[in-house]
């Protein structure tokens, strides 16, 4: 496949292990470093607030997350899946967009136990209704 | 800028559509080039078999004119006054339907390029080397990469590493082909094929989007998931732009109007709206390729000044009460185009109800919404909210007003339980060339060097590393 062949940086791995095991991590944002060449980690956050995830997507560029999401299913047991975010604004400038897009493999292929995958690119597929629905199906 | 075995060099990016070729540079948002994918050339005689002097000959009984009647700036021109009468031999007007009567057994100097192919020169064949988005005449072909390398962008190949975007049914064969030409011919130092809808959905932000091209040949949806192409899922038909000009030309026909391209007009006159035009035709008997060609690019005018695609469906009665637009054909004639308008673009949503007089394939066709329905529905189920939330739409035919509100509304339309997102970049440049800026962008980073199908790798391998490499 056509891949830009930009690598994810052994702290992106590193923290999303802690994010998995440790449990108190609540998401992870990740960008591509500004000499294009390898994918790091912007910030790493215990608050569990998603209105305050969302605010750090920006709204013109581009950005991957990681976010471990509690909740009940319809019988009342308390369930956690770690939801994968390829953020990718229609107002970001094309070039960040290719970047992101045609760089994505690289980072989600060396993360594992990922349940579900969203393509965002409004905030409205982000919100935590439309994610919550694609959780509990 | 890319790097390439440590030297910063820029990667070419090449892409060749079925009307238009695009070259130029990796990293800008541009094609430096633009120009028609379309050789012109004379059929020599099957007995004037003498290369150069053949000719020579050609060159100085010929005129090159440009269509308004200009000299071309071609070297083997003769001047203005000779090109409007003098040396040609008076000839019916109207003659230029007449297929040349000589046998021939090859072809003469090519003439590739905006200025080139569109100088009257009888007896000029014109032709695309693309059918279906596959190469089908690579005589042809060649033709027009040189024309993009050492015409156009004026560099040396074998300093620059190449991209090329394919259609996403391209055949192994094909790409084997391409790989050998540019390894062999012109010694490129490194080369990649790309697929344009991946190359699409990437400059869309998208590893997944269902990608609908449609262009002047032909109109394909394509499913890409992860930056792959799903090719069971490809829909595509040969209703494009140029299905749209024709039916623009018969209906101009039927009411007794004829289209007259530029090159054949000498003198016009002002005619009030609806009458005969007022016209002094010039004596250039012509191919039919060639004749067709200049009336396309008269259509295609027409189809950018006036039409526009009904927002819902389409009602007579409510759109004879939209304003009429005016439009004048080159020979004077000018009419007020109302409902006729809208219904030139509407074969692209309901073929079988808008285009007349169907050829037995024609027949066959389905309106644009039903095609990308099909396509997704012809994927994995669990792609398929994916791809509905994710459609991108490029190809110059996507540009008439209204084509991508009204294309929402026909997709919401249809049962189904999928939220539906529509990506239709604004910006023309982003729509009629976002495969070519996806493989610009693509090919400029830094990372990409690895990907790269280098000189070596293909003396030890052969062209068939192309279908390792680039899948």
Redesign the interface.
Known sequence: ???????ALPICVDTFQELKLGKTLKYIIYKISD???SIEVVKQSEDADYDNFLKELPEDD?RWAVYDFAYKTPDGGDRNKIIFF?W?P?N?K?????????S??GLRKSLNGIAAEI?G?DYD?VALETVLDRIRR | MGTYGGDEVAALVLSVGHTWTQAGYAGE?TPKSIFPTSVGWVDLPAEADQGDDADNSEDTQMQDVTQDGASASDSNHIGKKDADGGDVAPQPVGAGLVPSKKKVTKRGKYYVGDGEISCWRPDMEIKSPMKDGLVEDWDALEQIWDHAFLKRLRCDPTEHPLIITESAWNTREIREKLTELAFEKYNFPAF?V??DA??T????????ALVVDSGGDMTSVVPVY???VLRKGIMRQSLGGDVLSDQVLQQFKASDVEVTPQYLIAKKSPVVVGQKPNVVLRDRPATPSFHKMMQMRVLHDFKESVCQVAESTYNEQNISTRPQKPYELPDGYNFNFGTERFKVPEIMFNPKEFLKNPTPEQENFVGLPKLIFNSAQSCDIDFRP?LF??VVLTGGNTLFPGFADRLHWELNSIPHSYKV?L?APGNTV?RKCGSW??GS??AS???????WISRKEYDESGSNIVNKK??
């Open positions: 496949m056509a891949t830009s062949g930009v690598k000499d294009l060449k581009c390829s990718s229609d970001a094309i070039k960040p967009k290719m970047l992101y897009a045609s994505k493999d393509q690119t597929e | 948002d990649f790309a697929k991946v190359m959905a990437f400059a869309a932000g998208r590893p997944h992860d930056g792959y994916t939330g994710n997102k990506h982003e800026l996806g962008i693509m980073l830094g990372t990409f060097h690895q990907l680039c899948v």
